[in-house]
């Protein structure tokens, strides 16, 4: 299970980042839905397997983060789970939102100020 959140952690930080640069709307996304999007890039992020449908997990968090609250709620969630695990590699994970075609325009990073993020 601790493998496995690890590499969800990571993996949230540039989710949330990808979606920070996404104007909209209102309500704030959970951790719970970060992560939900983003466990496809789990074995990617862990060096355990391929990009493979990572791509629309991001993209689908792109879509969902509406609103600044959003994607500012997603970019603490990313940190947070990036700061708990240790397994992820942080370079593949701040690479996502350009391997999906994602343009943000900031860079993911667990010293990213989320509440910059509009």
């Not at 920070?20 to 466990?39: K, Q």
């Amino acid at each position: 299970m601790a493998g496995i959140i690890r590499p969800m952690c990571i993996l949230l930080i540039a989710a949330v980042l990808a979606v920070a640069v996404a104007p909209r709307g209102e309500a704030a996304i959970g951790c719970g839905t970060v992560v939900s999007y983003l466990n496809p890039c789990l074995p990617y992020v862990t060096n355990k397997g391929p990009l493979g449908s990572c791509c629309g997990g991001v993209k689908g968090l792109y879509g969902a983060a509406q609103t600044a609250q959003d994607r500012q709620s997603v970019c603490s969630c990313l940190k947070s789970l990036a700061g708990s695990y240790k397994d992820v590699d942080l370079n593949k994970a701040a690479g996502l939102p350009g391997q999906c075609g994602v343009n943000i325009p900031y860079k993911i990073s667990p010293s990213t100020d989320c509440s910059k993020v509009n």
